[in-house]
């Protein structure tokens, strides 16, 4: 369990100025980059998933395998142990995330050193402070759009099946 302490803080900033491009897999690709850098997370070679700027490189299987990964890596298993929301500004400044170096927080937060995923393990590298719109414009969005697109796809299979199977006499 993480304790943070908005008042007295002394912690180094680790992240960068980034720019993702506006599409939904794209956040989903800067969300999972995120994770993955947050937390050591380097399942089947993720890298592909992490580079948003090529998103529209991805196949068909490699975007079910981003959204897997990025349910996977639920925020709600995240927040208030290796993320924090930052509503006033106080650590993120003027964007809507900022990443902090866990070795230079020990003043500042009682930060988890490892926490489970997947059943397994892994090791917390850094800890990420975000505002509200962060989470929604990365994840919730991007995720709920993607959900819809699998279940309508899912949906159509299951019709041209069913098609399939009739016959008429």
């Known amino acids: 369990m993480a304790f943070f302490h908005l008042n007295t803080y002394d912690i180094s900033r680790s ?3 980034v720019k993702v491009p506006d599409n939904g897999i794209a ?3 800067y969300y ?4 993955c850098t947050l937390i050591e997370y380097d399942e089947s070679n993720l890298n592909r998933l992490r580079d948003y700027k090529n998103y529209d490189d991805l196949t068909d299987i490699e975007i079910r395998l981003l ?3 990025c349910v996977t890596l639920d925020p709600d298993d995240f927040i ?3 993320m924090f929301e930052d509503r006033n500004g106080n650590l993120c400044g003027s964007s809507l995330n900022r990443m902090y170096d866990l070795g230079e927080i020990q003043r500042s937060l009682m930060v988890v050193n490892s926490i489970a995923v997947a059943g397994r393990t892994r090791r917390v590298k850094k800890i990420m402070a ?3 719109q962060w989470l929604s414009r990365f994840y919730t969005q991007p995720i709920a759009q993607l959900t819809a697109i699998f279940q309508r796809e899912r949906q159509q299979q299951a019709v041209r099946e069913l098609l399939n199977t009739c016959t008429i006499s």
């Open 15 to 17: 992240s960068q100025q």
């Open 27 to 29: 956040k989903l690709m």
């Open 32 to 35: 999972l980059d995120c994770m």
């Open 67 to 69: 959204y897997v990964s």
């Open 80 to 82: 208030d142990k290796i």
């Open 130 to 132: 975000y505002r509200p």
